[in-house]
């Protein structure tokens, strides 16, 4: 049976199996080597997330995944006071539910393979040119979101993932090292173009392969049809799946 990999996050991993996202990306990676789980929920923070553990990370599973992505925070950090303070999430807060998260996952499995992803920064003109673009002139002046912001939220996901001795990626550092990231990576300030799924893509295939689940390390489910001989099939195959 084919190891299994978790995508859990908000809007930006259910959107990860959109045409060139990250999450599709990565099935193509691991293609005959795993299978990709996505479990994105848009518009959640980490604490409504935690409602959720038990229903896709049952303690009792008999096959836990091999690996999950946890990628909470855009949501987490929106402002008091803007238009989407209802999913506000104080950092304190946000850390402490990471964790929480990460726990339950280690008592799934202790073998699994827990890697943290913080938000992504945010373009605050890009979120304004966003919300004019849906509201016009009703459109609130200040953005929901700041990048500072995001960059609080990212800071105490990284430092969670060092305290746990577990694994993070920086995507708000990793982004902003790029001139123009603002439109080059976010469709609309806050939500990936295909270059910025790209850069996660990346990211997760580097993490996973300094770990221990590399792609090209891991072998085929089945045969590679190369390994079948036209004469003699049944020998490839009693060799493989014995």
């Known amino acids: 049976m084919r190891p299994q990999i978790v995508l859990f996050g908000d809007s ?35 604490r409504w997330a935690l409602f959720l553990l038990t229903h896709i990370f049952p ?5 836990p995944p091999a690996a999950t992505t946890i990628f909470f925070g855009a949501n987490d950090a ?3 006071g803007r ?35 913080t938000p992504p920064p945010v373009d605050e003109e890009g979120r304004k040119e966003y919300a004019k673009s849906l509201y ?11 990048n500072e912001m995001a960059g609080v939220y990212a800071r105490q996901c990284v430092e ?19 001139d123009g990231w603002q439109k080059k990576f976010l469709s609309d300030g806050l939500h990936l173009t295909p270059e910025g799924n790209a850069v996660v893509h990346e990211e997760v295939v ?14 085929y489910d089945f045969p590679h049809h190369s390994e079948i001989d036209g004469k003699n099939p049944e ?3 009693l060799q493989k799946c014995l």
């Open 12 to 46: 930006i991993t259910e959107q990860s199996f959109r045409s060139g996202g990250w999450g599709s990306s990565l099935a193509n990676t691991y293609s005959r080597k795993a299978d990709l789980l996505v479990r994105g929920y848009g518009g959640y923070n980490t």
């Open 59 to 63: 303690l009792n599973s008999t096959k």
């Open 78 to 80: 929106a402002l008091l």
């Open 83 to 117: 238009n989407s303070e209802r999913q506000h999430v104080p950092v304190e807060e946000y850390r402490e539910n990471l964790k929480k998260m990460v726990l339950h996952l280690k008592e799934c499995s202790p073998a699994m393979l827990v890697v943290l992803i």
């Open 136 to 146: 016009g002139e009703k459109a609130m002046q200040f953005p929901e979101r700041t």
């Open 160 to 178: 969670l993932a060092k305290d746990l001795g577990i694994r993070a990626i920086d995507l708000w550092s990793k982004m902003q090292g790029t």
């Open 206 to 219: 580097r993490v996973f392969s300094e770990a221990w689940l590399s792609a090209a390390d891991m072998p």
């Open 235 to 237: 020998k490839a195959f």
